[in-house]
């Protein structure tokens, strides 16, 4: 098992930054991709970037510019820095821990508990 735990959701303006990290603990070597998921009410959970063991990152297009993940190994933690926020941001965020197949298809196993993250215009 992995244990998420993520922090760093808050409120913000419009053009605003927030930095969401996740700590990791367990089993981790049995994933090897960690990722950032959001939810918008009303809205499916959606992939918003991804970063492999190996330092390999992908971006959703919707934030491709604007969000940055990152991963501190020594500390077992992966980041998500957002800057220039939007209203359109605004979700809970979720951490997750999963596999990432050469085809570039990611796979979650384990899920933190959430951070609401909101952008007010």
């Known amino acids: 098992q992995v244990q998420l735990v993520e922090s760093g959701g808050g409120s913000v303006q419009a053009g605003g930054s927030l930095r969401l990290s996740c700590a990791a603990s367990?089993?981790?070597?049995?994933?090897?991709?960690m990722g950032w998921y959001r939810q918008a009410p009303g809205k499916q959970r959606e992939l918003v970037a991804t970063?492999?063991?190996?330092?390999?990152?992908n971006i959703a297009d919707s934030v491709k510019g604007r969000f940055t993940i990152s991963r501190d190994d020594a500390k077992n933690t992966v980041s998500l820095q957002m800057n220039t926020l939007k209203p359109e941001d605004t979700a809970v965020y979720y951490c997750?821990?999963?596999?990432?197949?050469?085809?570039?298809?990611?796979?979650?196993?384990?899920w933190g508990q959430g951070t609401q993250v909101t952008v007010s215009s």
């Open positions: 970063i492999s063991s190996r330092g390999i990152k």
């Open positions: 997750a821990g999963g596999t990432l197949a050469y085809t570039g298809t990611y796979s979650p196993r384990y």
């Open positions: 367990g089993s981790i070597l049995t994933i090897n991709a």
